[in-house]
C-alpha cells in the first residue's frame, strides 16, 4: 500500500510539473588542433591532459614526416609520424598529445589533430 502511495504522489508531482525526472544529457564537442610550426629539435605539448568519457582521435596526416607525434594514453604511448593518418578511440581514459620535431636544423609542422567526444 504504501508503494502505491509513494509512487502516486511522485506520479502527480511529475504530472503537475513540480518535480523533474533527470534524463540523462547527451553533449558533442569537437577541438581542432591545428597544424603547428615546431623548432628544430623541440618538442611541442599540443593537447594538455585531458580526460575523456568517449573520443574519437583523428590525426590527418598534413605534417611534415620529421614530426613525431605522440598521443600517450594512460601507461601506453602511440607514436606516428606528421604525414601518417591515425584513428585512435578512448573511453574513459586521460590523454596527451605532443609533437617533437626530429630535424635538428630545419622547422617543420605538426598534422592537424580533430577530437570528436561525447560526454553524460
Known sequence: MAKEIASGVIGGLVGAGLMR?????????????????????SSITLKPSTTYKLAIILIHGDGDPQVEVQVARGPDTYRVWGNEQAIEVVANETITISAANTDTSSSWYSPTIEILSLNW
Open 21 to 41: 525526472i533527470a534524463t540523462p544529457r547527451l553533449e558533442s564537442n569537437r577541438e581542432l588542433i591545428t597544424r603547428r610550426s615546431i623548432s628544430p629539435g
